[in-house]
T-cell receptor, first 117, second 114 residues
């Protein structure tokens, strides 16, 4: 049961343009969403998060948008740089579940972003 | 360097064997999480410890067990290994109980079962 889905395995963009990475979820209990970036031979690195009470959160070149009615979130990177080339994972958590879900992040499959110079 | 240390970085072992993966969290972090990433898979949550206590369990096989010690380091024990257990195993740590603010991952242990 894939509760968090990243339907695009890969994305290729030109340096300086916008990168848009998409993520869909099915569990309406999710109330926090996070994006992680992963380089080869390294662990995932936290990028940006958003609470379900917001629809947008911005941090420098990175903006995350949340559309709760569509159960969809996206990460925008503007402008894209070659150093942004990595695998991007979206993840979701349930903050008030207690019990067995509290500390768990549910990850998507990842999208490989390649930014060409 | 994320501050989360995982050892060993690579491990090759035969089917049926038992291995122990070790994780030292960032200084001051009380939560330790274990995740498995198999080929072409996202990260699958295994287990969460907070200050020595098991707090959440995911899709962790009965052949796998974990613990968090008083010094807060954690070990993941994998026994009766099968070819399908070959994967990257990540440990992560956080100062908090909840996952809302994310956590910091180590660079992983690549386990190959032959």
């Amino acid at each position: 049961d894939q509760q968090v889905k990243q339907n695009s395995p890969s994305l290729s963009v030109q340096e300086g343009r916008i990168s848009i990475l998409n993520c869909d979820y099915t569990n309406s209990m999710f109330d926090y969403f996070l994006w992680y970036k992963k380089y080869p031979a390294e662990g995932p690195t936290f990028l940006i998060s958003i609470s379900s009470i917001k629809d947008k959160n911005e941090d420098g070149r990175f903006t995350v948008f949340l559309n709760k009615s569509a159960k969809h979130l996206s990460l925008h990177i503007v402008p894209s740089q070659p150093g942004d080339s990595a695998v991007y994972f979206c993840a979701a958590s349930v903050s008030n579940a207690g019990g067995t879900s509290y500390g768990k992040l549910t990850f998507g499959q990842g999208t490989i972003l390649t930014v060409h110079p | 360097d994320s501050g989360v240390t995982q050892t060993p970085k690579h491990l090759i072992t035969a089917t049926g064997q038992r291995v122990t993966l070790r994780c030292s969290p960032r200084s001051g972090d009380l939560s330790v999480y274990w995740y498995q990433q198999s080929l072409d898979q996202g990260l699958q949550f295994l287990i969460h410890y907070y200050n020595g206590e098991e707090r959440a369990k995911g899709n962790i096989l009965e052949r796998f067990s974990a613990q968090q010690f008083p010094d807060l380091h954690s070990e993941l024990n994998l026994s009766s290994l099968e070819l399908g257990d070959s994967a990257l195993y990540f440990c992560a740590s956080s100062p908090r109980l909840a996952a809302n603010y994310g956590y910091t991952f180590g660079s992983g242990t690549r386990l190959t079962v032959v």
